[in-house]
């Protein structure tokens, strides 16, 4: 049927979750077009569809995701009326749109690492494994790889790695992740419940209808464009210690620095939901799908006595508080880099973070939108002086209010807790694009 999904030729990063414990990012320049169509061509076989993925998934060891910039498709030989058909955010560029963004101060382009704001970003190798031994196999092999091709270099990587507990995901301040993800229509999967009903695939993956009936990516040629999709890559140092800090300085005894952590979050570091969870942790709760994501806003907790209007769980999903949600959900992957703060540890001054891309079919309207009103309006649920606290632009002017009977708690002041480190939009084509854009000539 056209409208299934083509497994077989979506990139698996956009439908599955691999058990990935570390793994490498490598961002690449193309200094000569057929030098990196020679280094597309012998991985191009190696990047895996969903479906080949789903089918292999207990015995691989290694998974290889390939995206581009738009400055990259040129690089590769891209025709001029090919790239004019993408949309102006991803020709732009992440780094030209900060001020969209708000990535501004120490947020801003300048202040990235790596070289992810200049032009000569052109694509990046996600090198995902299930182990140390594999990632250092494979970069060994990726490495070679470089040295055989000659107009392709690494403009820099950064490298991945999980750490205790290993038996569920987290970021370095604690709190579980990978809790609240929509389902795409025809993928095969079911919303858990709480997650809202399996969204039309035109949302995330380029060449399908959307909610709207209008078949993402109609601008570009199908033959790049089908079952492609956009990557926004978003690097976060995470200050473990200035949150720890935080906490011990504006919050009493051990219970009471949770909840105050957990009200910055709107959830407690189990996973568990402060509306369902309003006074303690429950981690049984945290760790049960079928129970963590199962409520609502608009009549379980319409004031925030429970979770904060403006905690960072409720901006990034208001769920049934946010007009014409199906169409700003997004797909979320990444990774935690950088070792952990020990308990009890002083701040170390050592860079650690999350690495996460979002997965949309139109940065402007899904991804942008999200920074510029959920994350960074000061008025996003009439609160009128806060941005959000754990990833919107902190800079030590901005309050974060905890509703309370018969009087709330402002914290005035809130410090910056993440800082963003680098970013990109990526374009991740289907394997179909892939050939075809290995097969490109200098003459096209």
Not at 306 to 327: E, F, Q
Request: aromatic content about 10%; proline content about 7%.
């Amino acid at each position: 049927m056209p409208g299934m999904l083509e497994l077989d030729d979506i990139q698996h990063i956009l439908l599955t979750r691999t058990p990935a414990m570390t793994g490498r990012y490598e961002f690449l320049t193309f200094d000569r077009p057929a030098g990196g169509r020679a280094w597309l061509r012998e991985l191009m076989d190696r990047a895996q569809s969903a479906a080949d993925v789903r089918d292999s998934m207990e015995e691989s060891s290694r998974w290889i995701t390939l995206a581009f910039t738009w400055t990259g498709l040129r690089a590769l030989g891209v025709p001029e009326d090919t790239l004019n058909g993408f949309p102006d955010a991803f020709r732009e560029g992440m780094a030209a749109r900060a001020d969209i963004l708000g990535d501004v101060g120490p947020n801003s382009p300048q202040h990235w690492d790596g070289g992810l704001a200049g032009g000569d970003l052109h694509a990046i190798a996600i090198l995902f494994a299930r182990d140390d031994d594999e990632r250092r196999r494979c970069v060994g092999e990726h490495d070679a790889l470089l040295a055989r091709c000659d107009g392709v270099r690494s403009l820099s990587f950064l490298d991945l790695n999980a750490h205790p507990p290993f038996n569920y995901a987290h970021d370095h301040f604690g709190f579980r992740d990978r809790l609240s993800q929509p389902v795409i229509e025809g993928s095969g999967e079911e919303p858990t419940p709480g997650s809202g009903a399996p969204l039309k695939p035109g949302e995330f993956i380029l060449g399908y209808p959307d909610e709207a009936g209008v078949v993402a990516g109609e601008r570009i040629p199908a033959i790049l464009a089908r079952n492609g999709s956009y990557l926004a890559y978003r690097r976060l140092e995470e200050h473990v210690g200035r949150f720890r800090e935080y906490l011990a300085d504006n919050a009493g005894t051990p219970e009471e620095q949770e909840l105050l952590a957990a009200k910055f979050m709107g959830r407690w570091r189990s996973g568990a939901p402060l509306v369902l969870a309003p006074e303690a942790d429950d981690p049984e709760l945290g760790a049960d799908p079928l129970r963590n994501n199962d409520f609502n806003y608009k009549e379980m907790d319409p004031f925030g006595y429970a979770c904060p209007l403006g905690s960072h769980a409720r901006r990034l999903n208001p769920r049934d508080t946010a007009h014409n949600m199906n169409r700003r959900r997004m797909i979320r992957r990444g990774a935690t880099y950088g070792p952990a703060l020990p308990d009890g540890a002083a701040d170390d001054g050592v860079d650690r973070g999350i690495a996460a891309f979002i997965i949309c079919a139109d940065l402007a309207r899904q991804f942008e939108f999200a920074q510029n009103v959920w994350i960074n309006d000061k008025e996003f649920h009439e609160l009128g002086n806060e941005h959000d606290p754990i990833c919107g632009s902190q800079d030590g002017t901005l309050d974060f209010t905890v509703p309370k009977r018969p009087i709330r708690k402002v914290h005035k002041g809130i410090p910056a807790f993440t800082t963003l480190r680098g970013g990109a939009y990526f374009f991740l084509p289907g394997l179909g694009a892939l050939r075809y854009l290995a097969g490109l000539t200098d003459q096209e």
